[in-house]
């Protein structure tokens, strides 16, 4: 009798849990997502949160007990990008502040069947329920089948297809939401996503024919015309992060100054006029703030050693963003971060062969490691240079180039083309990625794999030279 007792209690404290997380109260600047995963005891439940500003991901990790249910709150004030994935199972959504969902489901072996068996409840359950709609949808395929058929085009017929695709996407939104109730607001905002990453795709793609598949065919004068029905001024423009993008292949396509192909502070000051202008010329308000935050904090990080000159510029245009404060504290204390790779991290040669990447880097006194993916135009001018750095340097420093793009005809052509130089591995599992946000990245690690300096000298940048010397004659 006393076991029954203690029974019925237990199963009412577990209703008692399980109506507690249903009904979580939410901060407006809060996101909370709970549920039920069945099967997914002592499995690791992840979320990965897209930063709108940053463009960078926080990855919330949980792993459910016996009962099986989860619970991830964050902070968000913005509309961001988020993948739950569990096992197997992956689904992909976007969230807003404010919302807090509850869904219940069980992990299956194929992820279209666990995304189908889904169920969402909370106040913003269609709006879920909409991108479950979205990953189930045929025209899916048939719209990323017309994007695929559009990159092996010509330039007009590029921008035929991928009008067309849209078109259809417009086609499948309707689709989608079809008696969902969804709010206006909501409708909105992923009409503007989706013609955003649209407007990205067109405005990208000369840039990705050259970098990326060495495609130097003809372009055709008036291939921007399209640019000029844009409103850049309307304020619809609300997606922080696509918004980004989009301008900054825009202000790229309106360059009417001569851009040095060195990396380094003379194209840095000089692509940064051409952003900054196009900012001021077409922006307004909070939009143009947002636009150039993003390109302080993109800039800055990208290239600290420039940061003085960047910070210069800025202040000659009297331009005035907290980001200027934060990021002269961000640039001394960069310099002498404090931080050791994790020691079980592993890469892959070409041939898939797993190295630990903590081993690797003791082999040498010093390892320059570049974090770089196929078709980066900056990594190029590092491998046509690094040739020298490797015959100079190579018996006391290792120059490990660690690939996030995966191992392939691309990559091989790429090195074929600008240079075959240095220590090549792969971070297909992005154990690396993880710590190391930003790409591309070159950081200088002692023997113990602690970081020395971030964001070192390129080897594009002829002031490596100097700097390597001063380490080997120990005066850094």
Not at 157 to 185: K, N, P, R, V
Not at 250 to 257: G, K, V
Not at 261 to 277: H, K, N, S
Not at 311 to 335: E, I, P, T, V
Request: overall charge negative; glycine content about 4%.
């Amino acid at each position: 009798m006393k076991s029954l007792i203690i029974f019925f209690f237990a199963i009412l404290i577990f209703l008692s849990c399980e109506q507690t997380m249903r009904n979580l109260p939410i901060a407006p600047d809060e996101v909370v997502i709970s549920g039920n995963i069945k099967g997914s005891f002592w499995r690791e439940v992840k979320i990965q949160v897209v930063q709108d500003v940053l463009s960078q991901y926080q990855q919330f990790e949980y792993k459910p007990d016996s009962t099986e249910y989860f619970c991830f709150r964050f902070k968000k004030s913005t509309p961001s990008e988020l993948q739950l994935s569990v096992g197997p199972n992956r689904f992909k959504a976007w969230v807003y502040p404010g919302d807090s969902v509850y869904l219940t489901a069980q992990i299956k072996s194929d992820n279209d069947d666990f995304i189908r068996q889904i169920n969402f409840e909370g106040k913003k359950a269609n709006q879920y329920k909409y991108f479950q709609n979205k990953a189930l949808n045929p025209l899916s395929s048939e719209i990323e089948l017309i994007r695929f058929q559009a990159r092996d085009s010509s330039y007009e017929d590029f921008l035929l297809l991928m009008d067309s695709a849209y078109d259809l996407e417009l086609h499948q939104f309707d689709q989608d939401t079809s008696g969902l109730g969804l709010h206006e607001d909501f409708i909105h905002y992923e009409l503007n996503r989706l013609r955003y990453r649209h407007l990205i795709e067109k405005t990208s793609e000369p840039a990705i024919r050259r970098h990326q598949r060495f495609d130097t065919t003809g372009f055709p004068e008036g291939y921007y015309s399209y640019l000029d029905r844009v409103d850049y001024k309307d304020s619809s423009f609300q997606n922080s992060h696509l918004l980004y993008d989009f301008l900054k292949n825009a202000a790229e396509s309106n360059i009417d100054e001569y851009i040095p192909e060195q990396v380094g502070i003379p194209r840095l000051d000089a692509f940064l006029r051409v952003l900054f202008r196009f900012s001021e010329a077409n922006l307004v308000g909070q939009i143009r703030e947002i636009f150039e935050t993003k390109v302080i904090d993109n800039y800055a990080r990208y290239d600290l050693n420039s940061f003085d000159s960047l910070r210069h510029l800025l202040a000659s245009k009297g331009y005035d963003n907290k980001l200027l404060d934060y990021y002269a504290y961000l640039s001394d204390s960069l310099r002498s971060l404090e931080f050791t790779l994790d020691k079980n991290i592993t890469v892959y040669t070409r041939d898939g062969e797993a190295l630990n990447l903590s081993e690797q880097i003791s082999k040498f006194p010093y390892t320059y490691l570049n974090m770089w993916f196929v078709g980066c135009r900056g990594c190029a001018l590092d491998f046509e240079h690094q040739e020298y750095f490797v015959k100079k340097y190579g018996t006391e420093i290792q120059f490990l180039n660690i690939c996030t793009s995966s191992p392939g005809e691309r990559f091989d052509r790429f090195i074929a083309k600008f240079g075959d130089t240095g220590t090549h591995c792969f971070d297909i599992d992005h154990e690396l990625s993880d710590q190391i946000f930003e790409y591309p990245y070159h950081g200088l690690f002692d023997s113990s794999a602690k970081l020395i300096i971030n964001n070192v000298h390129r080897p594009s940048d002829s002031d490596l030279d100097e700097f390597l010397e001063q380490l080997l004659s120990k005066r850094i």
